[in-house]
C-alpha cells in the first residue's frame, strides 16, 4: 500500500500523569488497541516543562482555541469564565500544563491506521470529563470539570491527550519520538481491514 493510502495515519497519543497513577494504562491502551488501531511507537518517561510547552505550542491557534473553548463551557453552564481574552487564558492554561504533563511519568503513543485522527478523538472524548460522552475514556474513567480546575487554579485532569488533526500529529509525533523509533512492522489481522481481495481466508 502506498505511503499515502489513509490507512497509514497517525495520531500522537499521551497517557497524562493521572492516566499512570489512576493504573489506567492497561485500560486505555486496550480500548485504541480494540479498534484495530496499530500501535507504531511507545515510550515512558517524565517530560521537561520544556518538551510539554514545544507540545502545545506547534499550533500557532492552540492558545487562542485553548482559551475560547474555555470561555465557550462555562457560557453553555450559563457561566462566567474566568477569563474573557482567549488568548490571555490560552497562556494560563499552558503554563499549568506544563506543571501538571511533567509531575510524573506519562506514556506517549503513536497509533496508526484509517483516519486514526478521528477514531481516537472519538474514543478519548471531548476535553472537560463532565460533559464529555459516556463510553469515553475521559467520560467513562474520571471526572473532572473546568470550573474544580479553575477554582484550584490547575490544569483539567483529562487522562490522555490526544492529536486534533493529522497535520497536527505529524509535527508532535516528531516532539515526542525520533524517526527511527516508529517502527515499522506488519500486523497480521491488518488484512481483514484494509485487503481488497481478502483471497487468503479460504482453504
Ligand atoms: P484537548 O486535550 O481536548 O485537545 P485542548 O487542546 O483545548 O483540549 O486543551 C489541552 C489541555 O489543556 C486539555 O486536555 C486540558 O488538560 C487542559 N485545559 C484546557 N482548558 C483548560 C482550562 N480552562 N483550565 C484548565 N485546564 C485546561
Ligand atoms: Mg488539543
Known sequence: MNKNHKSKEKSLVLIKPDGVQRS???EIVKRYERTGLKLVALKF??????LVEKHYLIDDRWLESVGGKTIE?????????PFSNPIQGGKWV???LK????SGPIIAMVWQGNEAVGIVRKITGGTEPLSS??????GDLTLDSYPLADTDARAIRNLVHASGSP??????????????EIVKYRLIPEAILYDVNLDGIKE
Open 24 to 26: 489506567l494504562i492497561g
Open 45 to 50: 518517561f517524565i517530560p521537561t516543562p520544556k
Open 73 to 81: 463551557s462555562y457560557k453553555e453552564k450559563g457561566q462566567k469564565a
Open 94 to 96: 499552558l503554563e499549568k
Open 99 to 102: 506543571k501538571f504533563l511533567s
Open 133 to 138: 460522552d459516556v463510553g469515553t475514556i475521559r
Open 167 to 180: 497535520q497536527e500529529a505529524a509535527k508532535e509525533i516528531r516532539v515526542w519520538f525520533k524517526p527511527n
